[in-house]
């Protein structure tokens, strides 16, 4: 089952609840949400548990970058991917899906294509949002989804390029 996981900053605004949405439309795909940072205290109300490091995105075969309304993500998310990079092998990241996704529209045009480069450099495949409302949102989410069952299914079967 595809597993995809969508970080943010802070606590789940309605897009990024959009984008899970979509995710978890796709049938079989399993969506977690976990914070990067500590922006605000967690209380017993703070639904989103936060990423313990770098290493636990590994096992992920999606990987949906949230910013933050603050756009504070950016330089967390490179270091936490250059810390990603570092504990797992090139090919581990190979094959993966990244998106990137502004929980802020205005924040997009900032936040959204750096976050996709950084996926990108790691040599994921990247899927790009086609806009910044819920609607944009949710088939964000259920593009990624689709895209990993794709790749899935291909790395099920052992198809290899000769």
Same mark, same amino acid.
């Given at each position: 089952?595809?597993?995809?996981?969508?970080?943010?900053?802070?606590?789940?605004?309605?897009?990024?609840?959009?984008?899970?949405?979509?995710?978890?439309?796709?049938?079989?795909?399993?969506?977690?949400?976990?914070?990067?940072?500590?922006?605000?205290?967690?209380?017993?109300?703070?639904?989103?548990?936060?990423?313990?490091? &770098?290493?636990?995105? !590994?096992?992920?075969?999606?990987?949906?970058?949230?910013?933050?309304?603050?756009?504070?993500?950016?330089?967390?998310?490179?270091?936490?991917?250059?810390?990603?990079?570092?504990?797992?092998?090139?090919?581990?990241?190979?094959?993966?899906?990244? &998106?990137?996704?502004?929980?802020?529209?205005?924040?997009?045009?900032?936040?959204?294509?750096? &976050?996709?480069?950084?996926?990108?450099? @790691?040599?994921? @495949?990247?899927?790009?949002?086609?806009?910044?409302? &819920?609607?944009?949102?949710?088939?964000?989410?259920?593009? !990624?989804?689709?895209?990993?069952?794709?790749?899935?299914?291909?790395?099920?079967?052992?198809?290899?390029?000769?």
């Amino acid at each position: 089952m595809p597993k995809i996981l969508i970080l943010l900053a802070g606590q789940p605004t309605a897009l990024v609840n959009a984008v899970a949405d979509g995710a978890r439309s796709v049938r079989f795909s399993e969506v977690e949400l976990r914070r990067v940072d500590q922006t605000e205290p967690a209380t017993a109300a703070a639904i989103v548990q936060t990423l313990a490091g &770098a290493d636990e995105i !590994v096992p992920y075969d999606a990987i949906i970058v949230t910013t933050s309304a603050e756009g504070a993500l950016v330089s967390t998310l490179t270091d936490l991917l250059e810390q990603a990079a570092a504990t797992a092998p090139p090919s581990a990241w190979q094959n993966k899906v990244g &998106a990137a996704f502004a929980a802020e529209p205005s924040e997009a045009a900032v936040n959204v294509w750096p &976050a996709l480069r950084s996926l990108g450099d @790691l040599g994921m @495949l990247v899927v790009s949002p086609s806009g910044y409302d &819920a609607d944009a949102a949710r088939a964000l989410g259920a593009r !990624v989804a689709q895209v990993v069952g794709w790749v899935t299914h291909a790395r099920s079967h052992h198809h290899h390029a000769h």
